[in-house]
């Protein structure tokens, strides 16, 4: 899931196969949809992608230092709105628990469900006509 700073609003949505692909796998699958200076922040799945920031990952057998760990926490902190659109999409136990429906439709419930948030997070702008119908 892509989002706007702060998880403002959900910009793009890149739905799986089944069975198990890396993050990072998927990221470079679709990164030429973006611009190519495009930068992103990510989790430390994304380690080592130039165009990604990650959190400092600790040294083997060594700590962090203080500057690094306030750094990771300030990173944390921005973080922390994907995080919680996340946890919106667990709330419908979409991606905790296994698809019982046909496989192919995975990705229709899945956009149906990332739009259900949208129009909860205000950010689903609906076509005029049928804003319209609905107020009568």
Do not use: W
């Amino acid at each position: 899931m892509i989002t706007l700073p702060n998880a403002v609003d959900i910009v793009d949505v890149v739905v799986g196969l089944p069975g198990p692909t890396s993050d990072i796998s998927l990221f470079r699958e679709y990164r030429e949809r973006f611009h190519p200076n495009q930068r992103f922040k990510a989790d430390l799945a994304y380690i080592g992608e130039e165009l990604i920031t990650t959190p400092i990952k600790k040294p083997k057998n060594k700590e962090l230092t203080i500057e690094q760990k306030e750094l990771n926490q300030q990173f944390s902190s921005k973080r922390v709105y994907i995080e919680h659109r996340i946890r919106s999409l667990k709330i419908f136990r979409i991606i905790q628990e296994r698809f019982r429906l046909n496989y192919k439709k995975y990705s229709k419930v899945m956009l149906t469900i990332c739009g259900l948030i949208r129009f909860r997070m205000g950010t689903l702008i609906l076509p005029q006509e049928i804003c319209l119908k609905s107020s009568g």
